[in-house]
């Protein structure tokens, strides 16, 4: 293991335990002071604490090379695992919301000065974790940052409404504050979970250009035509590559060998951990049609 990946797992352990504890706190906190606004954030750092849960387990497992039974390795779990965290907030919020709109129409007053206490643990908690994961070199860690941040942003936006309270005391701010930052949690699960229904249904990848590698591949020499070309995401990040090749021209095997290793040094130009391709003689008919 690499000094930077194992300081990189290290970084989301530290985050996992700082997320998760302050998320028990935020609950009973939240029940303590009477704010809506509260749960709804504890809400999402839930969700957050699932991601770098299931983050730091999914980097170990990551590591299993591939079996019979999972012949591409361990990479797709971490779709299962994006699933299962958007399905949690869904759930959740739907139950914040309907809490948020029952307190505007029959208002509770909530500790403003509570809320506040709550807030500032919140900004440093938060602030300290996407701190120590801003420097990570690995993806997870960045994409984890941004989370933890968004988080900083929520609990500055609590931190400010409890002062406005402590100063006019209304019982309507703070089911206002939960309903938008759950609306605002909605927008990102629904999105995310788009993203990822699209991996799973083999979709195309949006950054790799078909036409723009077939182009490429036409252009190289002794290729007539390509056919059955598949492209599918594995987790993400990682991209399978499968397609037939026509040959034509072709007067001795040097030819057909000079042409796969231009074809991988193509390959190697884009996100592919994975490619495979078929190669048929000018006289051969496809198995396949």
């Given at each position: 293991?690499s000094h930077?990946?194992?300081?990189?797992?290290?970084?989301?352990?530290?985050?996992?335990?700082?997320?998760?504890?302050?998320?028990?706190?935020?609950?009973?906190?939240?029940?303590?002071?009477?704010?809506?606004?509260?749960i709804?954030?504890?809400?999402h750092?839930l969700?957050?604490?699932?991601?770098?849960?299931?983050?730091w387990?999914?980097?170990?497992?990551?590591k299993?090379?591939a079996?019979?039974?999972?012949?591409?390795?361990?990479?797709?779990f971490?779709?299962?695992?994006?699933l299962?965290?958007?399905?949690v907030?869904?759930?959740?919020s739907?139950?914040?919301?309907?809490?948020?709109?029952?307190?505007?129409?029959?208002?509770e007053?909530?500790d403003?000065?509570?809320?506040?206490?709550?807030a500032?643990?919140?900004?440093?908690?938060?602030?300290y974790?996407?701190?120590?994961?801003?420097?990570?070199k690995?993806?997870?860690?960045?994409?984890?940052?941004?989370?933890l941040?968004?988080?900083?942003?929520?609990w500055?936006?609590?931190?400010a409404?409890?002062?406005?309270?402590m100063?006019?005391k209304t019982?309507?701010?703070d089911?206002?504050?939960?309903?938008?930052?759950?609306?605002?949690?909605l927008?990102?699960v629904f999105?995310?979970?788009?993203e990822?229904?699209?991996?799973?249904?083999?979709?195309?990848p949006?950054?790799?250009?078909?036409?723009?590698?077939?182009?490429?591949?036409?252009?190289?020499?002794?290729?007539?035509?390509?056919h059955?070309?598949?492209?599918?995401?594995?987790?993400?990040e990682?991209?399978?590559?499968?397609?037939?090749i026509?040959?034509?021209?072709?007067?001795?095997?040097?030819?057909?060998?000079?042409?796969k290793?231009?074809?991988?040094?193509?390959?190697?130009?884009?996100p592919?951990?994975?490619?495979?391709?078929?190669?048929?003689l000018?006289?051969e008919?496809?198995?396949?049609?």
């Open positions: 293991m930077h990946h194992h300081h990189g797992q290290n970084n989301i352990k530290t985050a996992f335990f700082l997320n998760l504890g302050f998320t028990i706190l935020e609950f009973f906190g939240g029940i303590y002071v009477n704010s809506i606004a509260i709804s954030d504890a809400l750092d969700g957050d604490s699932l991601s770098l849960g299931l983050a387990y999914l980097d170990n497992k990551s299993k090379s079996t019979n039974t999972f012949t591409f390795g361990y990479k797709r971490s779709l299962l695992g994006a299962i965290n958007s399905l907030l869904i759930i959740g739907i139950f914040i919301i309907r809490e948020g709109f029952l307190r505007l129409f029959e208002p007053f909530s403003a000065k509570g809320m506040m206490i709550f500032i643990i919140g900004v440093l908690v938060n602030g974790a996407a701190f120590k994961l801003s420097h990570g690995t993806l997870n860690e960045k994409v984890i940052s941004w989370h941040i968004e988080d900083v942003l929520g500055a936006a609590v931190l409404a409890s002062i406005i309270m100063f006019w019982p309507y701010l089911p206002a504050l939960s309903i938008m930052i759950t609306l605002y949690i927008w990102n999105k995310r979970l788009k990822t229904l699209m991996i799973f249904l083999q979709a195309s949006k950054e790799i250009d078909e036409q723009e590698i077939m182009s490429k591949l036409e252009a190289l020499p002794h290729v007539d035509s390509i059955h070309v598949h492209i599918w995401s594995l987790d993400g990682k991209h399978v590559f499968t397609a037939h026509k040959l034509k021209e072709v007067s001795g095997f040097d030819e057909v060998l000079q042409l290793k231009d074809l991988r040094i193509l390959l190697k130009g884009y592919f951990s994975h490619h495979t391709i078929e190669v048929e000018p006289e008919v496809c198995a396949m049609d």
